[in-house]
């Protein structure tokens, strides 16, 4: 069902796609969107956590762009799913020039109400936020933080998003060089999520790409209607006797999520990339 209604989003900005299966395909962008239900791409279900990236590599080596909506996302984020789709398709509805916009730091309030609003992953507690603005109006944040998982860097990028339907050409550029004036760091490290994006934005501003990260994977409650996903690090095994109804010492993270009646969906791991002033 949910195929249909992207298919009817797609057909109403005009864009030229053809259904196949769980998956439609745009042939004029070599980009293919595949709509992943929780109940039929659960681990339980597929017994294969590297499914999606298979898919993603496959299309890779056909020529195409894999994007996997999770079924959770179009649910609670459809406006910002339909945003990044229009962008990756060139069909954003507003175009702005970030050199007829100013780059300000923000307050950490107004991030996250931005980035809440515009970014698919939501907002991530941050040090640092800048803003780009046109007209007063803020149409482009990024966010700074300390390296959550790599030690080695100063900073790490934590987000990036823009106003909704709008394409802002060289938004992140002005952003992070200002950061980068008054900053000065050595080494910043970003991550690019593979079931969304292959990371142009982060080549664009010079950083190199690492390595890919293994794939990682989300909680849901089985037959709830909510969709809601956690994260896996919500439900570490040292935390589990305080959140389930059921634990059992001598079974796996796993095997107690089972039980309590939750399965978990895999992601397609992420790109690693490392900015760098050194030699």
């Known amino acids: 069902m949910s195929n249909v209604i992207i298919s009817q989003f797609l057909t109403n900005n005009s864009i030229i796609h053809t ?5 439609l395909i745009i042939p004029n962008n070599n980009i293919i969107i595949e709509f992943v239900e929780l109940s039929t791409h659960r681990e339980q279900h597929l017994k294969d956590k590297r499914y999606h990236l298979n898919k993603t590599n496959l299309a890779i080596s056909k020529g195409y762009t894999l994007i996997h909506v999770f079924e959770n996302e179009w649910k609670d984020k459809q406006e910002i799913v339909k945003s990044r789709l229009l962008n990756q398709l060139g069909k954003s509805k507003f175009k702005y020039f970030a050199r007829k916009c100013v780059v300000k730091q923000i307050q950490a309030a107004e991030a996250r109400k931005f980035i809440s609003e515009t970014h698919i992953q939501g907002y991530v507690a941050s040090k640092l936020n800048y803003g780009l603005f046109h007209n007063d109006e803020l149409l482009a944040c990024m966010t700074f933080g300390k390296p ?8 790490e990028v934590l987000r990036y998003s823009s106003k909704l339907y709008s394409s802002i050409v060289g938004g992140a550029s002005k952003i992070f060089s200002h950061f980068l004036k008054q900053q000065s760091p050595k080494r910043v490290v970003s991550y690019a999520d593979k079931r969304w994006s292959k990371g142009n934005m982060y080549r664009q501003l010079q950083f190199k790409e690492l390595k890919d990260s293994n794939v990682s994977y989300f909680y849901f409650k089985l037959n709830d209607l909510s969709l809601r996903m956690f994260h896996r690090s919500h439900f570490q095994k040292h935390k589990l ?3 389930l109804t059921t634990f059992d010492y001598n079974l796996t993270e796993y095997q107690n999520m089972l039980a309590d009646g939750y399965d978990r969906i895999w992601d397609c791991g992420n790109k690693v990339f490392i900015w760098s002033n050194e030699e």
């Open 19 to 23: 259904i196949d299966n769980d998956s």
């Open 241 to 243: 006797q305080k959140l």
């Open 148 to 155: 959550r998982y790599n030690k080695s860097v100063d900073w």
